[in-house]
T-cell receptor, first 112, second 108 residues
Framework: EADIYQTPRYLVIGTGKKITLECSQT?????MYWYQQDPGMELHLIHY???????EKGDLSSESTVSRIRTEHFPLTLESARPSHTSQYLC???????????FGPGTRLTVL | AQRVTQPEKLLSVFKGAPVELKCNYS??????LFWYVQYSRQRLQLLLR??SRESIKGFTADLNKGETSFHLKKPFAQEEDSAMYYC??????????FGTGTRLTVIP
C-alpha cells in the first residue's frame, strides 16, 4: 500500500546522543520534506529534497542533517541531541511539480 | 516572503452553527493557498486549495484579495469537524509555509 512511514513514533533520549529519524515513502514521490513543530507553533520546514542526492535547507535553521541516497528514503540525523531539539518532526512527500504534500505520522522527540 | 497568520488558536462552536476559521496572508501577487487538517490521532492532510474552488466536507474557502484573507467556512458545523486546521501558502518550488493552526471544537 502506498504510504509514508516514520520511525520511531516516540523517542526519549539523553543529551549528547546521536539519533536518526527514519522516513520512507512508497508513493513514488520525488520530493520529500522534514518539518519541525513545537507545541502551538507553526510547522517549520527544515529540510527538503528534490530527489536522489539532492538536499536543501528549509526556512528554519536546524542543526540536523539529512541524506537522500534512495528515492524512497529520507532520514534525518542529529549528531548530538540537546534538550532544545525536543519537538515533533514531520516527514512529507509530494510528486515533483505538484503542491499537495502527504504527511507521515510524525516522530515526537524528547531530549532529556 | 509569503506568510500566513491564523489569529485564533482555539475556536469552539455548537453543532449546527456556522464556523469560520480565519487566515490572512502577506503576499502582493497571486498566492497559492491551502487548508490542511489534522483529525485526532490522524495525519496532517490536505483539505482544500483555493485554485480548485472546491467544497470538501462542506467546507469552502474564498480568496479575498482586498482583505488578503483565505478564511475557511462551513455553514453547519458537525462534531466530526473537530480538528486542528492549518492554513498554508506556497513559498516557491512547491514548498509550503504553514500557519500556527486553529483547534476547532464542535460542541454537541
Amino acid at each position: 500500500e502506498a504510504d509514508i512511514y516514520q520511525t520511531p513514533r516516540y523517542l526519549v533520549i539523553g543529551t549528547g546522543k546521536k539519533i536518526t529519524l527514519e522516513c520512507s515513502q512508497t508513493m513514488g514521490h520525488d520530493k520529500m520534506y522534514w518539518y519541525q513543530q513545537d507545541p502551538g507553533m507553526e510547522l517549520h520546514l527544515i529540510h527538503y529534497s528534490y530527489g536522489v542526492n539532492s538536499t536543501e535547507k528549509g526556512d528554519l535553521s536546524s542543526e540536523s542533517t539529512v541524506s537522500r541516497i534512495r528515492t524512497e528514503h529520507f532520514p534525518l540525523t542529529l549528531e548530538s541531541a540537546r534538550p532544545s531539539h525536543t519537538s515533533q518532526y514531520l516527514c512529507a512527500s509530494s510528486q515533483q511539480g505538484t503542491d499537495t504534500q502527504y504527511f507521515g505520522p510524525g516522530t515526537r522527540l524528547t531530549v532529556l | 516572503a509569503q506568510r500566513v497568520t491564523q489569529p485564533e488558536k482555539l475556536l469552539s462552536v455548537f453543532k449546527g452553527a456556522p464556523v469560520e476559521l480565519k487566515c490572512n496572508y502577506s503576499y502582493s501577487g497571486s498566492p497559492e493557498l491551502f487548508w490542511y487538517v489534522q483529525y485526532s490521532r490522524q495525519r496532517l492532510q490536505l483539505l482544500l486549495r483555493h485554485i480548485s474552488r472546491e467544497s470538501i466536507k462542506g467546507f469552502t474557502a474564498d480568496l479575498n484579495k482586498g482583505e488578503t484573507s483565505f478564511h475557511l467556512k462551513k455553514p453547519f458545523a458537525q462534531e466530526e469537524d473537530s480538528a486542528m486546521y492549518y492554513c498554508a501558502t506556497e513559498t516557491g518550488a512547491n514548498n509550503l509555509f504553514f500557519g500556527t493552526g486553529t483547534r476547532l471544537t464542535v460542541i454537541p
